[in-house]
């Protein structure tokens, strides 16, 4: 499994060193997008709209715009320095709180962390503490430049890195537009409903869900390619340079006829009558 980052955990006078590996990954079938006369894939660029041509990597700064069309400018040297800042602390566990007191809204991605080297003995103790005393960690961390809340728990023998949103992330339920006020509702309908609920409950087995859409995406697929239904994208055309030149030498003589000025015509002379004409 891939290492994505090497750190420590620490709370109290505890320091684990740990490993952090992604404990989901995105199974969504990704689909590109081709130009339908040449089956081409479509390329997206970078382009300023004033100058009118494509940006490099190296010409592009970030900002912050904080009202319409005005930016701050933050160097790259900042934003470093604050990292730096923050990477100091690592996984710096702050609360320990009991799982059921935070509302699974918060919840965003889950990492799974293993021992490093000689973090073994202090891993096993914090694991074996949280469980015993049924509490999870609150801490905060630094992953992808960004300082995040997190709760450190205990899922089938591996200590789980959980990132939650800050409460200011969390829109108000307030600003949720027509939800209902409690609306009185009739014994019978509500005892049907709790009855239905009921005869559905079971427990949970996320084996039994599957994503369908996927799988029927992937049999089409699969079924498309084994009956020639594919395309190959074409090579993009090699410039002739002999065609090129002829292009260049006619269009330069045409330019040059255009622009080559005009003879001058020769003046014409009127003789002066004499007396006897």
């Known amino acids: 499994m891939h290492t994505m980052w090497k750190g420590t955990i620490s709370f109290g006078l505890v320091n684990i060193p740990v490993k952090m590996h992604a404990a989901t990954e995105n199974k969504d079938v990704s689909l590109r997008q081709l130009h339908k006369e040449c089956q081409s894939p479509i390329k997206y660029q970078k382009v300023c709209p004033v100058c009118d041509r494509e940006v490099k990597e190296d010409e592009i700064v970030k900002a912050y715009e904080y009202v319409k069309n005005k ?18 602390k690592a996984v710096e566990i702050i609360d320990f709180v009991k799982l059921e007191e935070i509302d699974p809204i918060y919840f965003e991605k889950s990492y799974y962390l293993s021992p ?22 609150v801490a905060k961390m630094m992953i992808r430049s960004k300082e995040q809340l997190a709760v450190i728990r205990v899922y089938q023998n591996t ?12 829109r108000h ?4 537009p027509n939800i209902p006020d409690q609306i009185e509702t009739g014994k019978k309908e509500l005892d049907t409903a709790k009855l239905l609920i009921n005869q559905l409950t079971s427990t949970f087995d996320p084996e039994k869900y599957e994503d369908a859409y996927r799988n029927d995406l992937l049999a089409l697929i699969d079924q498309k390619k084994d009956t020639a239904q594919v395309t190959t994208a074409k090579d993009k055309p090699t410039p002739d340079n002999v065609t090129d030149l002829m292009e260049a030498l006619q269009a330069s003589l045409a330019k040059a006829k255009k622009d080559k000025p005009k003879p001058r015509q ?12």
């Open 266 to 277: 020769p003046k014409r002379t009127t003789k002066k009558k004499t007396a006897n004409e």
């Open 71 to 88: 930016f701050v400018v933050l160097d790259d040297e900042d934003l470093e320095a604050i990292k730096r800042e923050q990477t100091d």
């Open 116 to 137: 490093n080297e000689g973090g073994t003995k202090a891993y096993s103790l914090l694991r074996t503490a949280l469980e015993d005393t049924g509490k999870i960690g």
């Open 173 to 176: 339920v307030q600003d949720v």
């Open 159 to 170: 200590i789980v890195v959980e990132t939650i949103h800050y409460p200011d992330e969390v």
